[in-house]
Every structure is written in structure tokens, then in C-alpha cells.
């Protein structure tokens, strides 16, 4: 992984081809994140969604919730969100999230994966909703776990140095997407075999919402 450091503190910035990801990898001491993780495991409405793979309705490897402002409706595998409010606590965490990114967000996708057979698959966040160059905040909380981003190939392109990489993100950490990044760009949270901890990750987005 190459990383530089952000002069303002925190913030590792990560190469990678038509990417524009940085990593803050200590965002909330433990100290804070242990007690928001229980806090929100017990304060969000966990649901197992059921999205379309392969032609396939099928029970999401992982239980969500989406969250969000009045009218923050999400699109994802041919199903609608319509959100639910926002807990109290997440509503706090919202401000600071932007003020840390520089950017406004009004919804968020909870994820809770219990172990490690909970997982995501190989994707972008590129619903028309969240526009061209979308600003997402992915924070980790509990197990930390592995992420992958890869360049998107043409088809028939051969693999180029450089074009994927792979990182751990531990408990309170702040990973943000922008740019080109959904675009150009995929990522996964692959499995791990043996893992009994669990993880929540919040990403925070800003969708469109008709007018009021």
C-alpha cells in the first residue's frame, strides 16, 4: 500500500490509478469506539435485505439499514430503501463525519457483519442517485477487516502494476471515497475464513431527493 500522509494530520492518502481514497486510520480512539459500537448495535433496525445476484434473488450475505433524511430514497440491486430515521447517536457522528471529509451527506448504509462469512462482493457505488463523483464515508467499527480496490480493465486488458490495492481497516477508522473513484474504480470486503468478531461499517452518502 503506498500512502502519504496529509498535512492537516490524520489523513493517509492511497495510490491508486483514477482514485482519490485516503485513510484516516485511528479516527476514534478505542475509548470512543468500543462504547459507539455496542451502542449502535443495539439502536439500529438490523434487517437482512434480499438483492439480485446472478439473475438470482438471494438473502444478503449481511444484515443493513438504511438511514437517512426524509425523502433519501436508494436504489441498490433493483430494490428501493425508502430510509429510516436517524438514531440520535448517528445524527451526532453525521455532523462530525462531514466536518472531517468536507462534505454534506444525508443518509447512510449501516452493514453489520457478524463474522467472517459475512462479506461483500466486487462493486461500485455508482447509483445515479449519488451523481458523477460522489463523496462516501466508510467508517469501521469492531473486527478490523480486509478491503480491496481495483482499477476497472477494459475487457481483455491485462493486469498493470499497481492497479489493486489492499488494506486493513481496524476498529474506528475512516476510509474516504471521491473523486472518480466509484467510476474508474471497484471494491470488495472479501471473507475471512475463521473470524468470529463482528463489524459495523457506516457509509455515508449523499443521495438526491426530489423537491419538496
Keep these: 500500500m503506498a500512502a502519504a500522509t496529509d498535512a492537516s494530520g490524520g489523513w493517509q492518502r492511497l495510490a491508486l490509478p483514477g482514485a482519490d481514497v485516503a485513510l484516516w486510520p485511528q479516527w476514534l480512539a478505542p475509548g ?91 462493486h461500485s457505488d455508482d447509483e445515479p442517485e449519488l451523481g458523477e463523483r460522489p463523496v462516501i464515508a466508510s467508517l469501521s467499527l469492531g473486527a478490523a477487516r480486509r478491503f480491496r480496490l481495483r482499477r476497472r480493465r477494459a475487457r481483455g486488458e491485462s493486469p498493470q502494476p499497481g492497479d489493486r490495492l489492499d488494506l486493513v481497516l481496524p476498529h474506528g477508522s475512516l476510509l474516504r471515497m471521491a473523486g472518480d473513484t466509484q467510476r474508474l474504480c471497484q471494491h470488495e470486503l472479501p471473507r475471512v475464513r475463521q473470524l468470529a468478531q463482528a463489524r459495523i461499517n457506516l457509509t455515508f452518502r449523499l443521495v438526491d431527493t426530489p423537491p419538496a
Excluded at 107 to 122: C, F, H, I, K, Q
Design 32 to 122: 470512543e469506539a468500543d462504547p459507539l459500537f455496542a451502542e449502535l448495535a443495539s439502536a439500529i433496525a438490523w434487517e437482512n435485505h434480499r438483492i439480485r445476484l446472478f439473475g438470482r434473488e438471494v438473502a444478503s450475505p449481511r444484515l443493513s439499514c438504511w438511514i437517512g433524511d426524509p425523502g433519501a430514497i436508494y436504489t441498490y440491486s433493483r430494490s428501493r430503501f425508502e430510509p429510516r430515521p436517524w438514531p440520535a447517536v448517528l445524527q451526532l457522528l453525521r455532523g462530525r463525519v462531514e466536518q472531517t471529509c468536507g462534505a454534506r451527506f444525508n443518509s447512510v448504509l449501516a452493514n453489520l457483519y457478524r463474522d467472517g462469512n459475512d462479506a461483500m462482493g466486487w
